[in-house]
Each structure stands twice: as C-alpha cells, then as structure tokens.
C-alpha cells in the first residue's frame, strides 16, 4: 500500500503553565507550554501526528509556517518520500523562495520539524513499529540515505557515518534487550523552576529522591544571591554523592557566566546549560575553557538552530554535553546528522525534554543512539519534566528514573483528541477562561 497522503491539518494548541509558574526560568518568566500540532491523512485512513513545541505567543506563526509547506506535501505517498528521504528533506528546507525566512532556522525549521515529526510517525505506524525500534532495525545505509549531508561534509561523510553505524551492529542486540529491560536513564527538572517557592522546592526534592531520582538540574540566572541559596538548599537535599546541573536558560554575558558559575563551583555543577547566547559558538567555547579548570562542563543545543551550527560547536570545543531537541532540528533526519557528529567527537549526547511532548519525541532518538550509535552510557541521560503527559494516547513510562522503550507503534506524537479541543487556541474551553491573560 502506497499511503498517498491526501491532507495535512495543523492546530494551535496551547497549556496555561503559566499560572502556577511550571517552566519558568530567568529568561522565559511565564511560559504556556504549546504545539503547533501536525496531522497528516492518506487514502487508507492511516495517519501520522507530528508537533513542535512553542511557548504560547506565536505558535500562530508557526501554524501559518506548516501551512506554507502543506502543499510540498499532500499528493505524495509515504513510499516516495521515504525512498528518497534525504531527498524530501531537502524539497521541505530548500524551496527557492521560503528558505530566505530560514534557511533551516526560526520558524521555518520549527514548522519544517513539526511536518516531518508526522511523517515519521506515519512510517513508524505503517510498519507496527516504535520509531526507535523502526530506526534500530534500519539498515545502516538506510538510515544514512535519510540524511542531509550538506554543509557538514567537513566534519562528517556519508562513509564516515557508515563506517560508524556499521561498527556499531557489534553488540546491538544485547544493547536492545538492556533498554527493553533497564531504560534510559533520566534526570529531572520538575524540582526547582525558578518561579517555585522553596517549601515547593524541597517537597518535590523529597518525593523525587523517594522514586529513585538521582540526577537534578536546578534553574539559575535571575540573582546571583537567590542562586547561591536555591542551589545550597537543593545541594543538601539531594546529598553530595548525587548530580546536580545549573540552567541559564541563555541570561549572560561571556565574562558575566564566567564569574557567575564560578561563584556556584562549591555546590558542583556537573554543567552550566545554555550560559550564554545560544548562537555565540566561540562564546560558550571561551565559558567551556575557563570552566574546566573548576570541573563544569557546558552543556547546550535545546535552540541550536541546525546541525551546522553544532558541528561548529563540535570543532569549537565550545561544548561538553550536546543537547539535541526533537522539534527544534529538522525532525529525526537532522538529529541523526548531530548524533553520528556528536559520536566522532566523542561528546555524549543528553537531550532536552519537557514541554510539551518533548519527552514523548527524543527518548526515541536516545535508545536509537546508545543502540546504534554510540553504545555507552557514561555521562549520558535524558531530561524529564513532569508536564502534560496525560494529554497524549501514549505518554512517556518512566521507571527508577529511567524512560522505558515504548511499545505502541510511531512517534508518541499523538495527542488526545478532547485535549486539543479543550486547549485548542483561542476557541478551546480552556482559552476561554483565560483569554484576557
């Protein structure tokens, strides 16, 4: 069955996080966790759903964005795109006239993502796989003819990437049955949004620690004193023999970053996230030297615009950890680009989540990494947010904080329909409550 694709819907949906401070860090002040959220329809009633995740205001731009690329899309079959999947990808970031609002960058990878997050799922559907398990069983020059090469050649060659995966099938399948029985693991950031109260703070700590969590990441930025208190109280709560990260969320200056981790070195941050300007490649490489001395490594990639952008970071040594995000690259095609660079560097991979099905997305992209890819765990882990899940046919399975393979074929994407109506935007139920926000 071919699987033509015959319309391509997209809706504003939107989550007032806002109201109880869920996400708040010292740039974003007062998120409302959104999606621009992507259903695809094909002559045989099969779907795909695909989402990118947005902050609230402007995820009408984002609908108008997918709405531009729709008709690159409808009247294709899912055969045809996937044969030549590098291919498609390209057709979607390179059209003569809309690449000038990009290229592959802002709005248009936003909306380019959300498309192919849905044509993935589709796939994954069509085959009754997970999409991990569908990339797992992938044969390597498979999964190197999805992605685009352009630009990164420098750093990284087809044979290169081949050479890689191939290498990689030595263990896989030992490395498949661990995921199956142990998971990912996680670390949280649900504990310490930099809008929560401290009495807030220290009840989540305590439930966290009493479900296995040993790994916590605690936002900074807005005041140098408040942060050395928040993170002396989380650093005795948690113990000295557990993680502890710091998140800027993008607030400083290079010397400015520099002096401020320095002066939060005692409690023993095993990174500072996103110090600076997420486009300053040579910034964060100047923060990462003056850094490591203190034992701080830097960690970015949640708005790193393309892979581009990160084999610079890569060849910069302008970042310890690289944080891939499943909305904000070009889908699955450009985070395998960014996992096989990230491989040759040698610099694990630990990506963002949360949001609105942030989670659901990468923790098909992780067990497709240590499965096929990479092969270790050592520095590695995926973030986790305890947001929203419910609203989604199948929400991540966290165990002993680990994400646990899902089962259900495609790409978690799905959402529950009375959800997106309730929380579609502005005519949702719930807008309708809060509309005057």
Same mark, same amino acid.
């Given at each position: ?35 621009? /959220? ?145 998971? /990912? ?10 809008? /929560? ?213 495609? /790409? ?26």
């Amino acid at each position: 069955m071919l699987h033509k694709i015959t319309n391509l819907t997209v809706r504003d949906v939107r989550f007032p996080t806002s109201l109880e401070q869920h996400g708040s860090d010292a740039m974003h002040t007062d998120p409302d966790y959104s999606a621009a /959220y992507v259903v695809i329809d094909t002559d045989c009633g099969l779907k795909g759903f695909g989402l990118t995740f947005t902050l609230g205001k402007g995820t009408e731009i984002v609908v108008c964005a997918v709405e531009a690329l729709a008709g690159l899309v409808v009247g294709k079959s899912l055969q045809e795109i996937v044969s030549d999947f590098r291919g498609f990808y390209r057709l979607l970031t390179s059209d003569s006239q809309m690449r000038w609002l990009g290229p592959e960058k802002g709005v248009t990878h936003l909306a380019t993502a959300a498309v192919l997050n849905a044509v993935w799922d589709l796939w994954a559907r069509a085959e009754g796989k997970p999409l991990w398990k569908l990339l797992v069983d992938m044969d390597p020059k498979q999964i190197v003819s999805c992605i685009d090469f352009r630009y990164i050649t420098d750093v990284l060659t087809e044979d290169e990437a081949l050479d890689i995966l191939v290498k990689a099938q030595k263990g896989k399948q030992q490395r498949e049955d661990q995921m199956l029985r142990e998971g /990912y693991p996680a670390y949280t950031t649900s504990c310490a949004w930099l809008g /929560y109260s401290d009495q807030q703070l220290k009840q989540l700590c305590t439930d966290a620690l009493k479900s296995g969590w040993t790994k916590f990441k605690v936002k900074v930025g807005a005041d140098l004193e408040d942060d050395i208190r928040r993170c002396r109280l989380i650093r005795q709560m948690i113990g000295a023999n557990n993680t502890l990260m710091i998140d800027a969320n993008q607030r400083w200056d290079v010397a400015e970053a520099i002096s401020w981790v320095s002066r939060l070195a005692e409690f023993k941050p095993l990174w500072i996230e996103e110090p600076t300007s997420p486009d300053d490649i040579l910034g964060h490489a100047a923060i990462s030297k003056a850094l490591a001395p203190l034992g701080i490594g830097v960690a970015t990639g949640e708005q790193c615009h393309n892979r581009v952008m990160f084999k610079q970071f890569l060849q910069a040594s302008a970042l310890q950890f690289v944080q891939i995000d499943s909305c904000r690259l070009g889908s699955v095609n450009e985070n395998l680009a960014v996992l096989l660079m990230a491989h040759k560097f040698q610099v694990p991979v630990c990506p963002h989540a949360g949001g609105v099905g942030l989670c659901e997305l990468v923790q098909h992209l992780i067990l497709f990494d240590y499965v096929c890819v990479s092969g270790s765990l050592s520095h590695r882990m995926c973030e986790y947010v305890d947001h929203l899940h419910e609203h989604f046919t199948s929400p991540v399975v966290i165990h002993d904080a680990h994400y646990m393979p899902p089962k259900d074929p495609g /790409y978690s994407c799905e959402m529950l329909e009375s959800s997106v109506q309730r929380h579609q935007y502005p005519e949702g139920d719930v807008w309708k409550l809060h509309i005057n926000k």
